[in-house]
């Protein structure tokens, strides 16, 4: 039987044992301190990245709940009692009730009719092998790089032709249109990581492909869907150039232009508090909307890397 020699121990004087120890007792030092320095480096910017993001929002927030001396008198000190009336000024005064029942109205329409005819594309572009399926997908790619400035002159004599102008439905459809191609590039990735064996094992057991897409791919894909239908959903809160193109009507307006208009009329009234008070209005549903679904935010975009 062979068994392992033990090697002989170096003799101390000869002073190698002594050097390896310490070149070794240094290099783990060496390289934690390194990744300290690093490690504070990243979290001072991202500290000082996040009182960038977050001061502006939380002083337009004590803003709205000042009045109007205290602001120009006090900007940054906190407001001495909370002044309710601002919002219920801005509310009613300003119709900024109405825009905001507008903007629910087409953000929520637009984003389901986003979500369900991009995920139908994506998953017929990611899964199915036919003549000309690159093509449809670099035109939807094509879409992403074009600049909507450019289209907005023949997409409103689009939109007029049809009778869509100045409603609530035409603004939905260029929405979903506006929203599609980055939808469709998004999902058609995702899907391309959903694994291609419980799709087989449905169509063994006879279920048709509509019946597999929606009761099967489908809930698979959530994570995917809700982040792009979280990033549909800031774009399309936020859009201002095409509502003010294709929106008139001053019955019709969505958030962004009644920001304009009241930020436009209370410059001469003076009614600062009452602008300050629309504008957290604004912004609220979209910080709620993201931290909500923040954590199906991340799952949805390292999916793919995951897989």
Excluded: C
Excluded at 10 to 24: D, L, N, Q, Y
Excluded at 44 to 52: D, E, N, R, S, T
Aim: aromatic share 14%; hydrophobic share 50%; proline share 6%.
């Amino acid at each position: 039987m062979k068994t392992t020699e033990t090697p002989a121990p170096v003799p101390a004087e000869s002073g190698f044992g002594v050097a390896t120890a310490g070149v070794a007792a240094r290099k783990p030092g060496g390289r934690k301190k390194d990744g300290s320095v690093l490690n504070v480096f990243s979290h001072g910017v991202l500290i000082i990245w996040a009182i960038m993001v977050v001061m502006p929002l939380v002083w337009a927030v004590m803003t709205s709940f000042k009045d109007d001396n205290s602001i120009f008198s006090s900007p940054w000190a906190l407001p001495d009692k909370l002044h309710f009336d601002n919002w219920a000024r801005a509310w009613t005064d300003a119709n900024m009730s109405s825009y905001f029942l507008n903007t629910v109205l087409v953000v929520g329409g637009s984003l389901v009719g986003t979500l369900v005819l991009g995920s139908m594309a994506a998953y017929v572009l990611a899964r199915f092998d036919f003549p000309g399926n690159r093509f449809i997908y670099y035109l939807f790619i094509g879409g992403m790089s074009f600049p909507i400035m450019l289209a907005l002159v023949p997409l409103f004599y689009v939109v007029n032709n049809m009778g869509l102008l100045n409603t609530i439905h035409g603004l939905i459809l260029v929405y979903i249109a506006y929203s599609l191609p980055f939808t469709v590039f998004f999902l058609t990735a995702f899907f391309r990581t959903l694994p291609t064996s419980v799709a087989e094992a449905a169509f063994v057991d006879g279920a048709s492909h509509t019946r597999t897409f929606f009761q099967i791919m489908l809930p698979m894909a959530k994570p995917g869907l809700i982040s792009v239908g979280i990033f549909n959903f800031l774009g399309q809160w936020n859009q201002y150039m095409l509502p003010t193109v294709l929106n008139t009507d001053p019955d019709k307006h969505v958030l962004t232009q009644g920001l304009v208009q009241l930020a436009v009329s209370q410059g001469y009234k003076g009614d600062w508090s009452g602008l300050f008070a629309g504008l957290v209005m604004a912004m609220l549903p979209v910080l709620a909307a993201y931290i909500v679904f923040q954590r199906q935010v991340v799952q949805g975009l390292t999916a793919g890397a995951l897989k």
